[in-house]
C-alpha cells in the first residue's frame, strides 16, 4: 500500500492523541478538507490506521473520493468497505442505518469499527441539506455511549458554502480544519433529540388533496398510482410510491386517530412529493431510522418510506404528524 501523500498533511494527523491512539466508545467528528486530493491523502491515513489495528473499516463517499481513495489502495481496497453514497445516502433518512448496520457487523466479529461518511455534497437541495444535518444530529444519540465505533464525516470546503459547514459545527463535538482538531464552534448535544421539531413549507395551491380512513385505503392506493403513472412512473416505480403511502396512511389510521390526508403535488415532471398528515404525535425521532424487528409494527411504515423514497421529511408535534416523501420516475 502507499504512503499517504506527502504534500498533504491529514487534518488529524499533526495532533495526538487522535493519531495512532484510540478510547473506547462512541466518536463522531467533522473533518474539513478541500478537494479530492486532499480527501484522499486524508482518508487513506485513516484507513491505514485500521487496517493496521484489524478494525472493520467502511467509507462512504461520492463516486470522484471513491475512485481516487480505490486507485491509492490498490488490491488493499478489498480489505474495506466502499459504497457511494451518492446511491446509499441519496435519502439522507437512510443513512443512519447504513452505519448501524455496519457497527453492529463489527461488533459480532469482536471488532472495532470505523468509517468515513459524507453525507453532504455540492447538488444536495435544501430540502436535502436539512435532512443531512438532522441526520448528522440523530447519531449522536442513535448507538450505545459504549459502542466502539468511530466516524469520520467529511466536508468539502472547496465546495460547500457556509451554511453547510455551520451545520456540521453543530452536529460534531470535534472539527478537524488546518492540520489541528478544534473544538466545535455551536456544537450542540440536544440536537437530536429536536430532530422532528420544526415546520415545512406549505404544499402549492395547485396540489391535489384526499382525505382518508379505514375504508377508503383501496381508494387512496388507487389514487397514487394514478398521479404515479401521470407523473411518468413505470410499473415498479409506481410500486414504491403506493406501498410508501399506504404504509404511512396505515401508520396514520393506528396510531394518528384513525383518519388522516393525503396531499400530492410535482416539484418537476418527473417527480412526485405526497404529504400524509395525521393528529398523532411521534415521540422518538429516530423511528424509522433503524429496522424494526419482525414482529415489531412501530416504525415499519416508516422504516419502508425511508427505503423506497428518494427524500422523507417528517415533523411532528402536540397537533399533529407530517410525513412528507419523495420520488422521481427513475431511482
Not at 256 to 271: E, H, I, K, M, Q
Amino acid at each position: 500500500m502507499r504512503n499517504c501523500r506527502n504534500e498533504r498533511i491529514p487534518s488529524w494527523r499533526s495532533a495526538p492523541p487522535v493519531a495512532g491512539t484510540r478510547a473506547g466508545g462512541i466518536r463522531h467528528e467533522a473533518w474539513f478538507y478541500e478537494g479530492v486530493d486532499e480527501f484522499v491523502a486524508g482518508s487513506l491515513t485513516f484507513v491505514e490506521e485500521g487496517l493496521e489495528e484489524d478494525e472493520d473499516v467502511m467509507v462512504a463517499t461520492t463516486p470522484d473520493n471513491l475512485a481516487g481513495l480505490r486507485d491509492e489502495l490498490g488490491h488493499e481496497a478489498e480489505r474495506l468497505i466502499l459504497v457511494d453514497m451518492s446511491d446509499a445516502g441519496r435519502n439522507p433518512g437512510r443513512i443512519l442505518s447504513v452505519w448501524r448496520r455496519f457497527a453492529e457487523r463489527a461488533e459480532a466479529r469482536a471488532r472495532r469499527g470505523r468509517g468515513i461518511g459524507e453525507p453532504v455534497w455540492p447538488g444536495r437541495t435544501a430540502e436535502e441539506l436539512e435532512e443531512c444535518r438532522r441526520h448528522e444530529a440523530l447519531i449522536n444519540c442513535a448507538f450505545d455511549p459504549d459502542a466502539d465505533f468511530w466516524l469520520l464525516c467529511p466536508y468539502d470546503r472547496s465546495a460547500l458554502d457556509e451554511r453547510a459547514l455551520a451545520s456540521a459545527e453543530s452536529t460534531h463535538p470535534t472539527v478537524y480544519q488546518a492540520g489541528a482538531p478544534r473544538q466545535s464552534r455551536s456544537f450542540d448535544q440536544t440536537l437530536g433529540d429536536r430532530a422532528l421539531d420544526g415546520e415545512l413549507a406549505p404544499p402549492p395551491p395547485t396540489a391535489e388533496r384526499r382525505r382518508f380512513d379505514p375504508e377508503t385505503l383501496g381508494e387512496l392506493r388507487a389514487f397514487a398510482r394514478t398521479i404515479a403513472v401521470g407523473a411518468g412512473f413505470g410499473p415498479d416505480r409506481a410500486d414504491d410510491l403506493v406501498f410508501a403511502v399506504n404504509e404511512l396512511a396505515a401508520n396514520a389510521i393506528r396510531h394518528g386517530g384513525r383518519r388522516g390526508s393525503l396531499t400530492a403535488w410535482r416539484t418537476r415532471p418527473d417527480v412526485l412529493v405526497c404529504e400524509v398528515a395525521d393528529e398523532g404525535r411521534i415521540r422518538d425521532p429516530l423511528v424509522g431510522r433503524r429496522k424494526p424487528p419482525a414482529k415489531e409494527l412501530n416504525g415499519r411504515g416508516l422504516w419502508i418510506a425511508h427505503e423506497l423514497c428518494d427524500l422523507v421529511q417528517v415533523r411532528s408535534a402536540e397537533e399533529g404528524t407530517r410525513v412528507r416523501v419523495a420520488l422521481s420516475a427513475c431511482r
